[in-house]
T-cell receptor, first 114, second 113 residues
Framework: AQSVTQLGSHVSVSEGALVLLRCNYS??????LFWYVQYPNQGLQLLLK??????LVKGINGFEAEFKKSETSFHLTKPSAHMSDAAEYFC????????????FGAGTRLFVKA | DTAVSQTPKYLVTQMGNDKSIKCEQN?????MYWYKQDSKKFLKIMFS???????INETVPNRFSPKSPDKAHLNLHINSLELGDSAVYFC????????????FGQGTRLTVV
């Protein structure tokens, strides 16, 4: 069965520091992988996605993620954190079980310190 | 134009009541979903509809009944509300094609008192 594990429910970085949010997946077939961001009291917004093309995927707001099949990982990074990056981040995998459904990780709350 | 819109945004109601949440998407997508986000931010899929047909039902109590009058709408009706139903409910839609992300509504915060 497909699943997603996000390591660390909370991550705190200083403004300007590297952001690294970890995600590992489990899938018996080549996965479709996504990172979403959720700002307080809002819905989810797509940051980026992997769909078996380039393994390094660039998204919005300076974020990128690298698909590593050997490590079953899809970690999200940003070279320099900004205060506005503080939010909840979700890694997700899309699976086909009669229809496509998106399974989410538990989320990682990113705090950015001034 | 809002791609996926839900109403109401907030809903406070007493235990035992029946309530509905409406969802509409103007993206032309074939598939729509309901997700529940609990107080710990965990997102769990509840239902998925494709062209008005139920295709995924994830062990949800039968007090929850989705209804899709057409492929642009997916409403959620909840009977006999319980305290544990308090959560944020998100509607989403996506094309049938795999590998395409789901687009989410802004959520409905349901509080049962």
């Amino acid at each position: 069965a497909q699943s997603v594990t996000q390591l660390g429910s909370h991550v705190s970085v200083s403004e300007g520091a590297l952001v690294l949010l970890r995600c590992n997946y489990s899938s018996s077939v080549p996965p479709y992988l996504f990172w979403y961001v959720q700002y307080p009291n809002q819905g989810l917004q797509l940051l980026l996605k992997y769909t078996s093309a380039a393994t390094l995927v660039k998204g919005i707001n300076g974020f990128e993620a690298e698909f590593k099949k050997s490590e079953t990982s899809f970690h999200l990074t940003k070279p320099s954190a900004h205060m506005s990056d503080a939010a909840e981040y979700f890694c997700a995998v899309s699976v086909h079980t009669g229809g496509f459904k998106t399974i989410f990780g538990a989320g990682t709350r990113l705090f950015v310190k001034a | 134009d809002t791609a996926v819109s839900q109403t109401p945004k907030y809903l406070v109601t007493q235990m035992g009541n029946d309530k509905s949440i409406k969802c509409e998407q103007n993206l032309g997508h074939d598939t729509m979903y309901w997700y529940k986000q609990d107080s710990k931010k965990f997102l769990k899929i509840m239902f998925s509809y494709n062209n008005k047909e139920l295709i995924i039902n994830e062990t949800v109590p039968n007090r929850f009944s989705p209804k899709s009058p057409d492929k642009a709408h997916l409403n959620l009706h909840i009977n006999s509300l319980e305290l544990g139903d308090s959560a944020v409910y998100f509607c989403a839609s996506s094309p049938t094609t795999g590998g395409v992300e789901a687009f989410f509504g802004q959520g409905t915060r349901l509080t049962v008192v």
